[in-house]
Each structure stands twice: as structure tokens, then as C-alpha cells.
Nanobody, 127 residues
Framework: QVQLVESGGDLVQPGGSLKLSCTAS????????TTWFRQAPGKEREAVSS???????FYSNSVKGRFHISRDKTKNTVYLQMDMLNTEDTAKYYC?????????????????????WGPGTQVTVSS
């Protein structure tokens, strides 16, 4: 049984940083693509960043240059380092993963591509 668990969400002031973690069991994250999504109240879930089997990375325009995705295969964990946070980054952050080799720069952001999802972790950016 595949399980993903996110952690690291918190309340942070604008301009601050957080590092989110997504740890998997029942699935080796290096065998697939893992993507961070987020969903703010009243808004659709949106893709934030992704890392593929071959360590290609993708970022949404809204976070490019501020967020960085990485993976530690020894811990079977994917991280999302978030810097220069602003109030628009407030959302629940989810990680999702798939073993499909068909993830590309075109479709990485589509929720339908992912088989497994974590329960999410809340990030609130507020002064």
C-alpha cells in the first residue's frame, strides 16, 4: 500500500522560508515523478513543482526562482524549499506521485496524471 505523508507546513511571515517534506512508504520515489500541488480556499488545486525519475524539474511561473524541489533517495523523501514567501502562497500543500514514465513539461501539472496523494500540510503566510 502506497502512502505519502507531507510535513513542514507552518505559519510564517511574508518574506520567510519553509521546507516541506513528502515521505513515501510502499513506493520508491526515484521510480516515478513526484509533484507538489497546492490549493487555497475557493480555488482550484494547482501544480507547484515536480521532479521526475531522471531528475528533471518543473516549476510553475508563480514560484520559479523562489522554490526549489529536491529528492533524497536514502530517505525516500521529496522536499520543497520555499523562500521569499508571500501571502499568495497560503494554501494546503499536497504531494502526489506516479510511476508513469510519460510525465513531461506539458503534462506534469495535471492532477489526473497522479495515482497517489498525501493528506496535505497547511502553509499560512501572514504578518
Amino acid at each position: 500500500q502506497v502512502q505519502l505523508v507531507e510535513s513542514g507546513g507552518d505559519l510564517v511571515q511574508p518574506g520567510g522560508s519553509l521546507k516541506l517534506s513528502c515521505t513515501a512508504s510502499g513506493f520508491t520515489l526515484t521510480d516515478g515523478t513526484t509533484t507538489w500541488f497546492r490549493q487555497a480556499p475557493g480555488k482550484e488545486r494547482e501544480a507547484v513543482s515536480s521532479i521526475t525519475q531522471t531528475e528533471n524539474t518543473f516549476y510553475s511561473n508563480s514560484v520559479k526562482g523562489r522554490f526549489h524541489i529536491s529528492r533524497d533517495k536514502t530517505k525516500n523523501t521529496v522536499y520543497l524549499q520555499m523562500d521569499m514567501l508571500n501571502t499568495e502562497d497560503t494554501a494546503k500543500y499536497y504531494c502526489a506521485t506516479t510511476s508513469s514514465p510519460l510525465i513531461s513539461s506539458i503534462n506534469w501539472c495535471r492532477t489526473s496524471r497522479y495515482n497517489f496523494w498525501g493528506p496535505g500540510t497547511q502553509v499560512t503566510v501572514s504578518s
